[in-house]
Structures are given as C-alpha cells and as structure tokens.
Nanobody, 121 residues
C-alpha cells in the first residue's frame, strides 16, 4: 500500500523559513506527478507548487520567488522550501501525487495527511 507522509510543519515568525518533506512509502509504484497544496481555515484547498510533465515546476503566484520545490527520486521524496514566510501562508499543507501501482488498473490520486504551517506576525 502506498502512503504519502508529510513532515516539517510548525510555527514560525513572519520572514522565517520552513522546509516541508513528503515521502512516498510502499513498493511497486511509480510517481507520475507530484505537488503541494494548502488549505487555510475557511478557504478552499489551493495549489502551491507542482512538478509537471517534463520535470519543470509550476508555482502559484502568491509563492513565486519565495517557495522552492525539489525532488529526490532515489528517496521518493519531495521537499518544499518556504522562505520569507507571511502570515497569509498559514495553512495545512498537503502533498498530492499521481501514482501508478504495479498491477493496478491505472494511476490514482494520493494525498498525505497534511502538516500544519503557522506563521505569526
């Protein structure tokens, strides 16, 4: 069974930095696409960053220039380096991946459990 596990969230002051990690565990799978989303209280879940076809990364406008997504394929792990954090970045951050499990009918959408990021002013 494939699982996505996020870590690295916490409380930080405005202007600070955090690095989130998302590790995919299990066996017999391949990751087609992967990204980060966030959901603030009372708001809909929104895209933060995603690796698209060809390997390039797409960032949401509010985080461009401040957040950097990277990927370690050997560890099946992606990272989200968040710098110059703002109070409006406060949200639960989720990892999302399109994963094909060997023997299954096709790729499926997987979500992690989320990690809380709180930025104080």
């Amino acid at each position: 069974q494939v699982q996505l596990v996020e870590s690295g969230g916490g409380l930080v002051q405005a202007g600070g930095s955090l690095r989130l990690s998302c590790a995919a565990s299990g066996s017999g799978f391949s990751i087609n696409g992967i990204g980060w989303y966030r959901q603030a209280p009372g708001k809909e879940r929104e895209l933060v960053a995603t690796v698209i076809s060809g390997g390039s990364t797409n960032y949401a406008d509010p985080v461009k220039g401040r957040f950097t997504m990277s990927r370690d394929n050997a560890k099946n792990t992606v990272y989200l380096q968040m710098n110059s954090l703002k109070p409006e970045d406060t949200a639960v951050y989720y990892c999302n991946a399109d994963i094909y499990v060997v023997g299954s009918s096709g790729p499926h959408d997987y979500w992690g459990q989320g990690t809380q990021v709180t930025v104080s002013s």
